[in-house]
């Protein structure tokens, strides 16, 4: 009885052992017994054929490591070790097909005891290889995606439902000027003003009512917590799951802020332009170059040709119609052409209603919008004024000639009466001195000093009137010899006065000597002649300023009231008793005019009784006209 239950079990036993068997062997999957050192005692050899190609005498007694990926070694040994410690435990490994390559497998592993007692590990492994391909895949892809949306020069980003940022690109970050940490997990409110995420709002919102994405065209303008402007344009659509649930949202939009402002300034730029160009005093137009029709113009320019407004002007006004000379808009063009451009080119043009006026046109030419841009003043005042000028010029230039002239012939025509006149006075008191009386002698004096003062006005005026007109013998000149010719000169007056001329080494200037004696002359003998009770002392010196040379002579006489320094320059002009000092009143004038030619000034700073010290410059030569 005992024997027949045994005999039954045993066959159950085989049959289920047989029934394992056929299960294992068309198994897909790769199933082993491993014992405790990780030896395989078991493999299904069909499918370690057909998936990795290994049989059963190259598998049996070898360990998973020896077809385990080197990569794979810690993993593997943990999952193994797991399997025995805890039971059962799952991992994912690569094995090595007998080829070479290597496969992806899943495995599941779990313990059980043997018919004596041994603790040992049977694995189910599948082949996960095309998975993990394809993870890898996606992987990769995400990656480059990623590395696209970190390195594109557009903001993108994602945010849940609630508008909490979930992702977003460095563009992003660098463009609201935010950090990382202070953008994911944070919706709108911690990143813009109120506006801003009103704006932000009403726009999300109406995305997911409608389903229908925000349009790449359309702008937007934010401003963050951080007080930076941006505007912004693109796209703004849903984020949508596997199941087609809305999950959130994403944006790809472009930073305009630079452009945005950049459309300001040009549209202030061009209200300045309009206000200008409408508001000028000036009239501006544009012109077409083929037919002269005007295409703009202001006020101004409309009113400067007779029209009451631009509108009235751009409708009529045809500017060929206009010129008194139809071949000076030919010149105009001409120049243009030529150079581009013509400035303050002066014409004569006539109004709408055939007033002729004058003109001042300045233009250019925009050969890509086929025009003359110019303006255009009405110069005819000065025109006028300018030809009333040139008259008054000829005509004083007229009277200075013939004063000149008449000056020339009065003095010399009348060298001859006074001479006339000096040698009967010297006969007279040749021949009768002793025999008339006093007063006779000093009558007769009288008559001599005065003829010789006329003769020395005379002979002033003579040399006034050639200043300018005789032919100057300019040549590289000597200061210093013309000091010293002066100071011959002026022997016996320093002589007589005892009087000391001082003078610095003085330069040489491209002058006309002679007249540059009369002026050191003239100013060194006034110096002189005008002391006071100390003998004269005169200092002469000069410095370079700028262009010019300036020198100054300086005296301890009897100084001049400030109220006389323009007066003493004038003509014929004298401050003096006539009877107490000598002299024509002309020579300060002579100075004058001289020192003008040279294209310089002369003045003088003195106060009464503490001297005098007279300037004069002189333009360098190369400055010269």
Excluded at 221 to 237: A, H, P, R
Excluded at 384 to 403: C, G
Aim: aromatic share 10%; with cysteine; charged share 30%.
């Amino acid at each position: 009885m005992e024997s027949n239950k045994i005999k039954t079990n045993e066959k159950k036993l085989k049959e289920s052992e047989e029934k394992y068997r056929l299960i294992s062997e068309n198994a897909n999957d790769l199933i082993a017994i491993l014992n405790s050192k990780f030896e395989h005692e078991y493999i299904n050899e069909h499918t370690y054929r057909k998936i990795l190609g290994y049989s059963n005498e190259e598998m049996l007694g070898k360990t998973l490591h020896d077809i385990m990926h080197p990569a794979d070694t810690k993993t593997a040994l943990k999952v193994l070790q797991d399997v025995f410690k805890k039971g059962e435990e799952t991992g994912e490994l690569r094995l090595r097909h007998k080829n070479g390559k290597y496969i992806w497998v899943e495995t599941k592993g779990r313990t059980f005891k043997d018919s004596n007692g041994l603790v040992k590990a049977i694995t189910i492994s599948r082949d996960i290889t095309e998975r993990k391909l394809s993870e890898q895949r996606l992987k990769e892809s995400e990656e480059k995606y990623r590395n696209i949306l970190e390195n594109m020069m557009e903001i993108y980003y994602e945010t849940d439902l609630r508008g909490k940022h979930v992702y977003a690109n460095a563009e992003y970050y660098k463009t609201i000027e935010y950090s990382k940490e202070e953008v994911i997990g944070k919706d709108y409110h911690s990143l813009f003003d109120a506006k801003s995420c009103e704006v932000l709002f009403n726009l999300f919102n109406q995305v997911y009512k409608t389903g229908v994405p925000w349009p790449p065209t359309n702008e937007a303008k934010l401003m963050t917590l951080k007080k930076k402007l941006i505007y912004f344009e693109g796209l703004i659509d849903l984020i949508y799951d596997s199941e087609g649930n809305k999950v959130g949202f994403y944006g790809l939009v472009r930073d305009i802020t630079d452009r945005k402002i950049a459309e300001q300034k040009l549209k202030e730029s061009e209200e300045k332009y309009k206000y200008l160009f409408d508001n000028a005093q000036v009239g501006l137009y544009w012109s077409r170059i083929s037919d002269g029709k005007f295409i703009e113009c202001n006020e101004t320019f409309a009113k400067l040709f007779g029209y009451n407004n631009r509108e009235e002007c751009l409708t009529d006004y045809i500017a060929t119609e206009h010129y008194v000379d139809p071949h000076q808009r030919f010149e105009i063009l001409e120049e243009i052409h030529i150079n581009n451009e013509i400035k303050d080119f002066e014409i004569q043009v006539s109004k709408r209603d055939g007033t002729p006026f004058w003109a001042s046109i300045s233009a250019r030419t925009n050969l890509k919008e086929n025009r003359i841009e110019g303006a255009a003043i009405d110069i005819t005042v000065r025109k006028k004024a300018e030809q009333l000028l040139q008259k008054s010029i000829e005509d004083l230039a007229r009277v200075n000639t013939e004063l000149e002239q008449f000056t020339y012939i009065a003095s010399h025509d009348l060298k001859e009466p006074l001479r006339m006149i000096s040698s009967f006075a010297q006969l007279l008191e040749k021949h009768y001195k002793d025999k008339l009386d006093e007063d006779a002698n000093d009558f007769i004096r009288f008559i001599t000093e005065g003829v010789s003062r006329m003769q020395n006005l005379i002979n002033s005026l003579l040399t006034y009137s050639k200043i300018g007109k005789v032919y100057k013998k300019f040549g590289k000149v000597d200061l210093n010899d013309v000091l010293k010719d002066v100071i011959d000169n002026l022997a016996e007056l320093i002589n007589e006065t005892n009087a000391e001329v001082i003078y610095d080494s003085l330069t040489s200037l491209f002058v006309d000597k002679n007249q540059l004696i009369q002026v050191f002359q003239n100013l060194i003998s006034n110096g002189i002649k005008f002391h006071g009770k100390v003998s004269p002392q005169i200092r002469v010196s000069a410095k370079r300023d700028n262009n010019y040379w300036v020198f100054s002579i300086c005296d301890n006489g009897i100084g001049i009231n400030p109220k006389d320094f323009e007066r003493i320059f004038i003509i014929f002009q004298r401050l003096d008793n006539k009877n107490e000092y000598d002299g024509t009143g002309i020579g300060l004038a002579i100075c004058k005019k001289i020192v003008e030619q040279y294209g310089g000034k002369i003045w003088v700073e003195s106060e009464v009784g503490k001297g005098s010290t007279f300037y004069f410059s002189i333009l360098k030569a190369e400055f010269r006209n």
